[in-house]
């Protein structure tokens, strides 16, 4: 069965139909430069977009269902990749815009650590005296990033569950093995401890991060785009603007009786 189409399949009288892959990275005008050090930064926070709305909705159709036959235990796994890619993507599009309006060069390591990317991206926001903003804009990014260090998770904990060199990740290795993150438990028994996510602080975690980090990544791509300054009073301006333009979003939301519905909205308007 065919799933990918070129323009010689599309029916464009039903668009609705199809998922169009580059849209959200040529601007829907054919155009793509990769020489173009903006092209990345805006792919990231578009990529980072969609792994946030896809954590999202899965995670509130688990909520709202209240959890039939406890399809979290497997389902929160994808919603967990989802978000670890999706604020790695948005660290790194902050990381760049930031080296590209201030014309300064970014040295990184290309991989999967988004401690890594944090803790850079605070000193850049530091060394720019933005300190009201990295609250504002990173406060969730930091609880979660501490929640994965805490735990020892690996950047492939929700996608395989062993590691690349065959070792347990730390909620599957039992107890008394270095993986496993619950440390002083009795070892008469090689038993692999229960390690679970509390479904509704992660939620509102994440819709946090939506929130606040997403405004902060979208200010830096209108800074690049539009103009602009890197100061906490430009910040907060472009905030206050975002908030004024939300409260009339608000009441598209609350006019739909159906909760599918209303979150798929939700998503469209918020994070998408």
């Known amino acids: 069965m065919q799933i990918f189409y070129g323009e010689k399949d599309i029916d464009y009288n039903n668009p609705n139909g199809y998922a169009f892959l580059n849209w959200r990275f040529d601007d829907s005008m054919g155009g793509n430069n990769k020489e173009n050090p903006f092209q990345g930064i805006s792919d990231n926070f578009e990529m980072g977009k ?5 954590a999202v909705i899965a995670l509130y159709s688990i909520i709202y269902s209240h959890n039939p036959q ?7 796994f994808p919603v967990l990749f989802s978000v670890w890619h999706g604020v790695e993507l948005w660290l790194k599009s902050s990381i760049y815009a930031i ?4 014309n300064t060069e970014t040295k990184m390591n ?11 991206l605070r000193e850049r926001l530091s060394e720019l005296n933005m300190n009201s903003t990295e609250k504002m804009a990173l406060s969730e990014v930091v609880e979660l990033v501490e929640e994965f260090k805490r735990v020892d998770a690996r950047f492939d904990f929700a996608r395989y569950s062993f590691d690349r060199k065959g ?3 730390f909620y599957n290795a039992p107890v008394g093995d270095d993986k496993q993150w619950q440390k002083g438990l009795a070892t008469d028994i090689q038993a692999v401890p229960n390690t679970c996510i509390k479904l ?5 975690l994440i819709l946090g991060i939506t929130d606040h980090f997403r405004d902060f990544v979208e200010y830096l791509i209108l800074v690049i785009t539009e103009g602009g300054k890197l100061s906490d009073d430009y ?4 905030i206050k603007i975002c908030k004024n333009f939300e409260k009339k979003l608000d009441d598209k939301i609350e006019d739909e009786p159906d909760p599918l519905r209303q979150i798929i909205r939700a998503i469209n308007l918020y994070i998408l």
Do not use: P
């Open 50 to 54: 969609a792994y946030m709305a896809n």
């Open 70 to 76: 406890n399809m979290a235990d497997t389902m929160v």
């Open 99 to 102: 080296s590209l309006i201030t």
């Open 110 to 120: 290309q991989n999967h650590n988004i401690k890594d990317y944090l803790d850079a």
């Open 167 to 169: 070792n347990y990740q």
């Open 200 to 204: 509704d602080s992660l939620f509102n």
């Open 235 to 238: 910040y907060e301006a472009h």
